[in-house]
């Protein structure tokens, strides 16, 4: 059993919790996500690692409550238990391999949108710990959807919201500010990262391809059991197949076949429905 030891409300339905896991704590490297099942009836939900802190041992996760696992998980309080907290899996960012001195002479671009820029905090922390410059830039419907704002402003200057209905920060889409960016205020990224609903993945990628930008997406949002059993994250990357949970979750954005995972993600809807309905009543 896994402890909660912190919980707060970042914004309507999205909750940041702290669980106590010093052995996943220890491992975690940015890029790798975790399993979790709520309780002795609870389906295997795979979910990013936002942060880590091995000193305290715990695992900091950011959930929206979307379905029927994520509301019994966001439902629990601190100094409840999780049944399960699996991890770390999937493989570490290739960046981290990478000669840090030759990663300070790039320019790295976050791109995240929603929830997903949770996971872009971890592996921008990682670099600005060494010494590597990156800008980040988020989306999100409105104001009060801007999670984690603070914290990105403790890696960079270069922090860049943009809210859909403008209602903060730049008015727009993760697309509308990378091109502002790059075409107006003639920023060059040698890379970039992005993560988000897969919608939000698939433009952004279109919208790097175009500015010449090598690209980066993590796949977890289509990942069903997260251990290569199910299939379902099956993905085509430069025509061939790839499991999101084992060969990834990240890959190359701009091999992606996002109309196909788009599709993929979609087949477990009316199940994910059905059970959402059955936890409400
Ligand atoms: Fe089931 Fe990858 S999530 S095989």
Redesign the pocket.
Known sequence: MYKIVDKKLLAPNIYSMDILAPRVAKAALPGQFIIIIVDENGERV?LTICDSNPEKGTVNIVTQAMGSSTKKLVAKEVGDHIKDFVGPLGKPSEFIHEDIEDLKKKKILFAGGGVGVAPIYPQAKWLVERGVEVDIVTGSKNKDLVILEERFAELTENLFIATDDGSYGFHGMVTNAIDELVENQGKKYDLCVIIGPMIMMKFTSMTTKKHGIPSIVSMNPI???????????RVTVGGETK????DGPEFDAHQIDFDEALRRQAQYKEEEIKKDHEYCE
Do not use: I, Q, S, Y
Request: charged letters at 5%.
């Open positions: 795979p990942m069903v059991d997260g251990t290569g059993m199910c299939g379902a994250c499991f999101a949970c084992v």
